[in-house]
């Protein structure tokens, strides 16, 4: 009976060590040298302070990283199925999803209740130290002015620099949303907007225990955006060279592990289409899927709205039917065409295109033709302009409605 008593003990052990185990970031994992975080601590539920547990939506602070040489806070909005449907005591389990907002957004509980009435734990961080009010917190960490994004990697610690301080809050987030005991901690996500995608493209390279990712807008290779190569250019070269090295996320995708969604349109102001496809680039093509919506509009509303981003992590959390696969684009004689398995039949399909090279990407002219779809050999194909083109891409929609894209082609 002791000898019963003693193995049963050992088992249970073994499987509370090792599910502890899997709550612990593999920092071995990551391609990359002197790694600013440390992902060990970073793997631990952080302190929490609930400010409300009584509302559908809960509120709450928890403890992030030191600011500057003061240990800070960050507000928080939390919720999951049985919250949002009022039950106050439940042994259910759900998927858990870390949301993160772009600059001049906040912790957004519209976006937390969206995700927890689709079935999800969910929980949104404020990143510019403000509480639900707006009004900074007494233990604020950094805020996202360009002054605390890029120039202040050439005064002080480079710990105190914005990108260093919001990749540590989420994944501190994270933490937290895996030590929920109605969390299933094999099934979380994240998914985040512009800024947040960028964070997004970094967090699910480091933080090893998301199971999907879905960056919005957000991508790598910052020094050629439109836009935010001018901050940086203002840098010394060597203050620049060292803002790449660690807070571009072109230096960790390659270490990331899970499935990538890639959500962006084609005429986005801020990540533009070369390094856009250079980003998703650094993903195995097997490990990534593609979708770029024609003249989408840039926006936090705009970003959470695609319900591609919830087939793709249900596809992968909940085993449910997987978004259309697509093959990359071949040519022959005067034809464009890809290869493509989808669980259902196509809808319609489209080919962009564009020869205008002298607009910014915000203000680039594309045009579109109708493709054709060959359902029974699962192709899809256009004539190729009389124009010619020098950039264009497949836009695909299924019959549930859900799109998907080639990469982009350039010419």
């Known amino acids: 009976m002791k000898k019963l008593a003693v193995l ?7 499987c509370y060590s090792q599910s502890k185990q899997d709550l612990i970031i593999d920092d071995k994992l990551i391609k990359a040298d002197d790694l600013l975080w440390d992902l060990k601590m970073l793997s631990k539920s952080p302190e929490i302070q609930w400010i409300d547990k009584d509302e559908k939506v809960q509120a709450l602070l928890y403890k992030s990283v030191d600011y ?9 909005y939390y919720s999951n199925p049985d919250l949002l449907a009022g039950k106050t005591s439940s042994k259910n389990k759900f998927p858990g999803i870390v949301l993160i907002h772009g600059g001049g957004g906040n912790a957004f509980k519209v976006w937390v209740e969206k995700w927890a009435a689709e079935g999800y734990a969910a929980i949104a961080m404020d990143l510019s130290g403000n509480g639900a009010d707006g009004k900074k917190l007494e233990m604020a960490g950094a805020d996202q002015s360009d002054e605390n994004k890029f120039a202040k990697i050439e005064r002080g610690n480079i710990k105190d620099v914005w990108p260093y301080h919001a990749v540590a809050s989420v994944i501190l987030a994270h933490s937290l949303l895996l030590n929920l005991p109605e969390v299933d901690a094999s099934k979380t996500c994240v998914t985040g907007i512009s800024w947040g995608g960028y964070l997004t493209c970094i967090v699910a390279s480091l933080d090893n225990r998301f199971k999907a990712a879905a960056p919005v807008y957000g991508c790598a290779y910052y020094d050629e955006s439109d836009f935010f190569k001018f901050p940086l250019q203002k840098l010394s ?8 090295k660690n807070f571009d996320p072109s230096s960790y995708l390659r270490s990331a592990k899970p499935p990538f969604l890639f959500v962006n349109g084609n005429k986005d102001r801020f990540y533009n289409v070369v390094p856009y496809d250079k980003t998703y680039n650094l993903i195995p093509v097997n490990q990534r ?12 509303e705009s970003g959470w709205e695609p319900h591609e981003t919830r087939y793709f992590f249900e596809s992968i959390l909940n085993q449910k039917s997987p978004m259309t696969k697509v093959s990359s684009v071949s040519k022959s004689n005067n034809e464009l065409s890809i290869s493509y398995n989808s669980p259902v039949s196509l809808w319609y399909a489209e080919f962009y295109y564009s020869n205008d090279t002298t607009s910014t990407n915000e203000q680039r002219v594309w045009m579109s033709q109708r493709a054709t779809i060959d359902s029974n050999n699962q192709t899809v194909s256009c004539l190729l302009p009389k124009e010619g ?3 264009g891409f497949f836009y695909l929609k299924d019959h549930r409605n859900v799109s998907v894209s080639s990469a982009f082609i350039f010419n």
């Open 237 to 244: 070269a060597s203050d620049k060279q060292k803002w790449m």
């Open 289 to 300: 899927t593609i979708c770029i919506i024609p003249n989408m509009p840039h926006g936090h």
């Open 389 to 391: 083109f020098k950039y």
């Open 68 to 76: 500057e040489g003061k240990p800070t806070q960050v507000f928080a």
């Open 8 to 14: 049963f003990f050992l088992v249970v052990s073994a």
